[in-house]
């Protein structure tokens, strides 16, 4: 089992940054990526990033490319998530997640956490 907490949300204004991270313990050893995903009211979870473990890989939804950042400190086992120029529609709960097969651009995560309300006001 790997459990993950995801923190750094909150309310901010169009136009700022949050940065998010998510905390991975248990057996994380097996871990092959981590990705973040969010779910806006009456809507769809939807991909957002992700991340391969132990290479380099990276993957944007369309919507946050040039704006969102996905990266990993492995010795923290720790993925954050640098989120810039925020705007309305970015407001959902994101949620961390980890994978231990191959793929990362996917809804099919093994591990979820609990999700951080992140709230953009116009």
């Known amino acids: 089992q790997v459990q993950l907490v995801e923190s750094g949300g909150g309310l901010v204004q169009a136009g700022g940054s949050l940065r998010l991270s998510c905390a991975a313990s248990?057996?994380?050893?097996?871990?092959?990526?981590m990705g973040w995903f969010r779910q806006a009211p009456g809507k769809e979870r939807e991909f957002v990033a992700g991340?391969?473990?132990?290479?380099?890989?990276?993957y944007y939804a369309d919507s946050v490319k040039g704006r969102f950042t996905i990266s990993r400190d492995n010795a923290k086992n720790t993925v954050y998530l640098q989120m810039n120029s925020l705007q309305p529609e970015d407001t959902a709960v994101y949620f961390c997640?980890?994978?231990?097969?191959?793929?990362?651009?996917?809804?099919?995560?093994?591990?979820w956490g609990q999700g951080t309300q992140v709230t953009v006001s116009p």
């Open positions: 997640a980890s994978k231990e097969t191959f793929g990362i651009y996917t809804l099919a995560y093994d591990y």
């Open positions: 248990g057996r994380t050893f097996n871990t092959y990526a």
């Open positions: 991340i391969s473990w132990k290479g380099s890989s990276t």
